[in-house]
């Protein structure tokens, strides 16, 4: 049981090792009860706004992106990224160049589609930076 | 009646000074950079737009060697918060946040090519613009992606009030 749930979370390792870009985010992942978390240190490049400063919205925009992708991986135990088909980002609070969380839970998933919600976070998990819907194809 | 070659002169003055004034609008925030994002200062199109070559910075090879959805989707942003910097009406100074962002992936584009991404300011007025954009290849026109988003303007720039 626990070699398999190792097995899984390799995949989304590979997945990290596997997308240059992802690796240029500094992303990484943990699985605690079943829940893929990801996260990024808030490395000075990920940063979009200099003054305040302020994350790029593209920097969240991909973590919860990937938040999804790394769960749809992880429950179905796929060896490749699903097609994302699209992602509707709301933004909530400032993003700060800190430490940040992100975590997507299936809504529903069919045979061929994946709808998810995702969330990001920092210091507290109860106050949301971001959300998102996220649709992946799966039967490509 | 030809304006005179002073005239001229300081006219030409004036649009080298402004021109100035809006490349250092559109200086690339550190993510920008990173990505390797350019802006496209000779574009005759519509909106505002930024090209991004194809490098493995962008890349997600596990689907053979595209260019990754995140790396779109923070090109598509960055676009999107330039248009509005660049609309007639907008004052320079004035906050600016990303309310919301929804990007559509049509297809996947390769690394050998490079992406333009363009942004255009559809509503405007002293609360909120309205901006959509695309992504598509150079070389052949495929579109990639599109995205729409809403930014709210005047905002405190401020961390502590949001």
Redesign the interface.
């Known amino acids: 049981m626990a070699q398999s749930l190792q097995n899984k979370l390799d995949h989304v390792h590979?997945?990290i090792k596997?997308?240059?870009?992802?690796e240029?985010?500094g992303a990484e992942a943990e699985v605690i009860e079943e829940e893929v978390i990801v996260s990024v240190f808030g490395a000075?490049?990920?940063?979009?706004?200099?003054?305040?400063p302020?994350l790029?919205?593209?920097?969240i925009?991909?973590l919860l992106?990937?938040a999804a992708t790394a769960q749809v991986v992880y429950t179905n135990n796929l060896h490749?990224?699903p097609?994302?088909?699209?992602?509707?980002?709301?933004?909530l609070?400032?993003g700060?160049p800190i430490k940040t969380f992100a975590a997507a839970k299936v809504v529903r998933q069919g045979r061929r589609v994946a709808n998810m919600r995702a969330e990001l976070w920092q210091a507290e998990r109860t106050r949301t930076i971001a959300v998102a819907r996220v649709q992946f194809l799966l039967d490509q | 009646m030809l304006p005179s070659l002073e005239l001229t002169a300081s006219l030409n003055w004036v649009i080298k000074s402004m021109s100035m004034f809006l490349k250092s609008l559109k200086e690339l925030p550190p993510f920008g950079e990173a990505l390797g994002m350019i802006l496209e200062e000779q574009d005759q199109g519509a909106g505002v737009a930024v090209l991004l070559p194809g490098h493995g910075r962008v890349s997600s090879s596990d689907q053979g060697g595209i260019f990754h959805s995140g790396a779109i989707l923070a090109t598509i942003d960055n676009t999107a918060g330039w248009c509005i910097r660049d609309h007639e009406d907008y004052i320079e100074g004035t906050s600016m946040a990303t309310l919301d962002l929804r990007v559509d992936f049509l297809t996947s584009a390769a690394l050998s090519e490079t992406l333009r991404v363009r942004a255009i300011c559809d509503g405007f007025d002293g609360s909120l613009a309205f901006v959509r954009a695309t992504a598509e290849v150079v070389a052949s026109g495929v579109l990639v992606a599109t995205g729409q988003a809403t930014f709210m303007l005047g905002t405190p720039n401020n961390p502590a009030n949001v």
């Open positions: 590979r997945l596997a997308n240059p870009y992802l240029l985010l000075p490049h990920l940063v979009g706004n200099i003054n305040l302020a790029h919205g593209g920097v925009g991909s992106g990937f490749a990224s097609r994302l088909v699209n992602i509707d980002i709301d933004y609070r400032t700060k």
